[in-house]
């Protein structure tokens, strides 16, 4: 079932919906798929979720730990479909760390095998509401079982512009930014690079993320932690923060809004003060009309 944009819930499309103010967008929307009250402002571009809590959420329930997982990924086809529609430009989603592989076989046996089932499932909806696949992550660690669908996907859905849906797997930031620092190091030692050409801006293009991904500006972590567990340790300097205690397979698209509506209040300085900010988001603002 395809997903209807923003642009095609507005009888103006795009183009007449620019005509109103960001909060009011963001306030129809929400209207639409939910009876949430209305986030105002902007909403993030970038999103990611730390999906914490389906263990517990089993445990609580009586239930396997493996029911949980499969109650998670229930969570994940609702959050990827409320993204979609309110027009989030990509969401990234903590699906297996490096840590991961650490736990019992078993568990990690079952993890894998309902990747694969994700992937195959939910194929047809991914390529029939333009969304591309992308990852992040030692994705060749990955059984080929996983591996195999997974290219395949990202193969196909590599021309659509919707949402980019980033599944990290096999991922820990301290990897990728220990990764980036070895690719450095051989360029400067190759003679490709000077060690005074070495800034920010030129560190993150060897992060794996930035190269295929916006800012980070909102990153969601659920069941009540207050951590962010090797995910994003780069990409999450400037984000904004959302811990909320319901557990992942409880997640909801209220839930969903509930975080946008915490990050519209949000005032996003970068370093900047208040009047500066406000400048800059003016001029941004007028960049985009």
Same mark, same amino acid.
């Given at each position: 079932?395809?997903? &209807? !944009?923003?642009?095609?819930?507005? &009888?103006?499309?795009?183009?007449?919906? +620019? $005509?109103?103010? *960001?909060?009011?967008?963001? @306030? %129809?929307?929400?209207? $639409?798929?939910?009876?949430?009250?209305?986030?105002?402002?902007?909403?993030?571009?970038?999103?990611?979720?730390?999906?914490?809590?389906?263990? &517990? @959420?089993?445990?609580?329930?009586?239930?396997?730990?493996?029911?949980?997982?499969?109650?998670?990924?229930?969570?994940?086809? !609702?959050?990827?479909?409320?993204?979609?529609?309110?027009?989030?430009?990509?969401?990234?989603?903590?699906?297996?760390?490096?840590? #991961? @592989?650490?736990?019992?076989?078993? =568990?990690? %046996?079952?993890?894998?095998?309902?990747? &694969?089932?994700?992937?195959?499932?939910?194929?047809?909806?991914?390529?029939? #509401?333009?969304? $591309?696949?992308?990852?992040?992550?030692? !994705?060749?660690?990955?059984?080929?079982?996983?591996?195999?669908?997974?290219?395949?996907?990202?193969?196909?859905?590599?021309? #659509?512009?919707?949402?980019?849906?980033?599944?990290?797997?096999?991922?820990?930031?301290?990897?990728?930014?220990?990764?980036?620092? $070895?690719?450095?190091? +051989?360029?400067?030692?190759?003679?490709?690079?000077?060690? /005074? *050409?070495? /800034?920010?801006?030129?560190?993150?293009? %060897?992060?794996?993320?930035?190269?295929?991904?916006?800012?980070?500006?909102?990153?969601?972590? !659920?069941?009540?932690?207050?951590?962010?567990?090797?995910?994003?340790?780069? =990409?999450?300097?400037?984000?904004?923060?959302?811990?909320?205690?319901?557990? @992942?397979?409880?997640?909801?698209?209220?839930?969903?809004?509930? *975080?946008?509506?915490?990050?519209? +209040? +949000?005032?996003?300085?970068?370093?900047?003060?208040?009047?500066?900010?406000?400048?800059?988001?003016?001029? /941004?603002?007028?960049?985009? =009309?």
């Amino acid at each position: 079932m395809a997903l &209807r !944009t923003a642009g095609e819930v507005c &009888r103006g499309g795009v183009a007449g919906m +620019r $005509r109103f103010p *960001a909060s009011a967008r963001t @306030w %129809y929307l929400a209207r $639409r798929m939910s009876s949430a009250p209305p986030p105002a402002g902007n909403l993030p571009r970038h999103v990611g979720i730390i999906m914490d809590g389906n263990g &517990r @959420w089993a445990n609580a329930q009586g239930l396997p730990r493996e029911v949980g997982h499969e109650r998670g990924a229930d969570s994940v086809r !609702t959050v990827v479909r409320a993204a979609r529609k309110l027009g989030v430009d990509a969401l990234t989603l903590f699906a297996f760390s490096s840590q #991961n @592989w650490d736990r019992p076989p078993h =568990e990690v %046996y079952h993890l894998m095998a309902l990747l &694969r089932r994700y992937l195959i499932e939910e194929r047809g909806e991914i390529l029939d #509401n333009d969304i $591309r696949l992308v990852t992040v992550g030692e !994705t060749d660690r990955l059984p080929s079982s996983v591996r195999e669908p997974m290219m395949e996907l990202i193969e196909a859905s590599s021309e #659509n512009s919707s949402m980019v849906l980033c599944l990290a797997l096999s991922y820990g930031g301290r990897e990728m930014i220990t990764d980036a620092a $070895r690719q450095i190091c +051989r360029a400067v030692s190759a003679g490709e690079l000077e060690i /005074d *050409a070495i /800034d920010p801006e030129l560190f993150s293009s %060897y992060i794996e993320s930035s190269r295929i991904l916006p800012p980070l500006d909102l990153l969601i972590r !659920t069941s009540g932690e207050h951590r962010i567990s090797n995910f994003f340790l780069w =990409e999450a300097a400037y984000a904004e923060f959302f811990f909320t205690e319901t557990l @992942w397979p409880d997640f909801t698209r209220e839930h969903l809004l509930e *975080a946008f509506e915490d990050y519209s +209040r +949000r005032e996003r300085r970068f370093g900047l003060t208040s009047g500066q900010a406000a400048v800059a988001a003016a001029a /941004d603002a007028k960049e985009e =009309e």
